[in-house]
């Protein structure tokens, strides 16, 4: 069984358009993330969340709009998407305490904006 | 910033050979980890060490900290071509900073 998914894995898209991006994670971690990794392979954290309540958002645009109904779920929609938006996005989870666990990755979602 | 950086940004060695990966980072740490990813794959976690330990092991890894220099390296001994990947350091102070990895590639 996966740890943690996200869905879809491939996503193309006409600029202006709004998509969205799903991430489960069945460990039972109380704190779930939304990476961006750029074509230089950096990885910029954008979001993370604990217990469904957010306590990082790193000067995100606000066109990005992450949801977590519950703590196994971190949703991220984006709308009005430009070129720029075009990276891979890495969904997340650990333990409830940053500083001593590890985190664990779903396999990607590549947003291709054209 | 408090990413890391990676050094060098990518390696290429005969499988068999050792590979090493430096890591240097900006302010105070928590703990430091290492990740790996297979290209078009997710993170995958391989070793953390904790501010106040100085050289870990795990199987053929093997990974130092020098808090004084902000920096750490790991090593692959014996490596095979499976272990060609990107490798990150991850610092953890109040969330995880990535650097931006070193590409290794194993050459059978």
């Known amino acids: 069984d996966t740890a943690v998914s996200q869905t879809p894995k491939y996503l193309v898209t006409q600029m202006g358009n709004d998509k969205s991006i799903k991430c489960e994670q069945n460990l039972g971690h109380d704190t779930m993330y939304w990476y961006k990794q750029d074509s230089k392979k950096f990885l910029k954290i954008m979001f993370s969340?604990?217990?469904?309540?957010?306590?990082i958002n790193e000067t995100v645009p606000n066109r990005f709009s992450p949801k977590s109904p519950d703590k196994a779920h971190l949703n991220l929609h984006i709308n009005s998407l430009e070129l720029g938006d075009s990276a891979v996005y890495f969904c997340?989870?650990?333990?409830?305490?940053?500083?001593?666990?590890?985190?664990?990755f779903g396999e990607g979602s590549r947003l291709t904006v054209l | 910033s408090q990413q890391g950086e990676e050094d060098p940004q990518a390696l290429s060695i005969q499988e068999g050979e050792n590979a090493t990966m430096n890591c240097s980072y900006k302010t105070s740490i928590n703990n430091l980890q290492w990740y790996r990813q297979n290209s078009g794959r997710g993170l995958v976690h391989l070793i953390l060490?904790?501010?106040?330990?100085r050289e870990k092991h795990s199987g053929r890894l093997r990974v130092t900290l020098d808090t004084s220099k902000k920096s750490s390296s790991l090593l692959i001994t014996a490596s095979r071509a499976a272990d060609t990947a990107s490798y990150f350091c991850a610092t953890t102070g109040n969330q995880f900073y990535f650097g931006t990895g070193t590409s290794l590639t194993v050459i059978p």
């Open positions: 997340a989870s650990s333990q409830a305490t940053v500083n001593t666990g590890e985190l664990f």
């Open positions: 969340y604990n217990n469904k309540e957010l306590i």
């Open positions: 060490i904790r501010s106040n330990e």
